[in-house]
């Protein structure tokens, strides 16, 4: 099982960036992104089930990011507008095989899976 996510870079304030993230050797139930920036812990960004349904978002990127995802490509999406110097970190997608309640999405230990993570940076 491998995540890979990209499309992180230097934006400046006000722009706009959109993260993918593509999963091989299984499907999965459960998918989000965490962000973590310097000197701080990773946090929970955005997350839903793959079968659809209502998206969880942090009140921090709430009606600025938008979550998605492709079926067929096995791939989703951070749509993130409006960005801001305080979303600089480094985004990591994550996974899992379980339908987890859209509550518990917001946690880190719901997700076995992980990418490596993409670095986005806003600055002007």
């Known amino acids: 099982v491998q995540l890979q996510a990209s499309g992180g870079g230097l934006v400046q304030p006000g722009g706009s960036l959109r993260l993918s993230c593509a999963a091989s050797?299984?499907?999965?139930?459960?998918y989000g992104w965490f962000r973590q920036a310097p000197g701080k812990e990773r946090e929970f960004v955005s997350a839903?089930?793959?079968?659809?349904?209502?998206?969880n978002y942090a009140d921090s990127v709430k009606g600025r990011f938008t979550l998605s995802r492709d079926r067929a490509k096995n791939t989703w999406y951070l749509q993130m507008n409006s960005l801001k110097p305080e979303d600089t970190a480094v985004y990591y997608c994550?996974?899992?095989?379980?339908?987890?309640?859209?509550?518990?999405?917001?946690?880190?230990?719901?997700?076995?899976?992980w990418g490596p993570g993409t670095q986005v940076t806003v600055s002007s």
């Open positions: 994550a996974a899992d095989s379980r339908a987890w309640p859209i509550a518990t999405l917001r946690q880190q230990d719901a997700f076995d899976y």
């Open positions: 839903s089930r793959w079968s659809g349904g209502s998206t």
């Open positions: 050797g299984r499907t999965f139930s459960s």
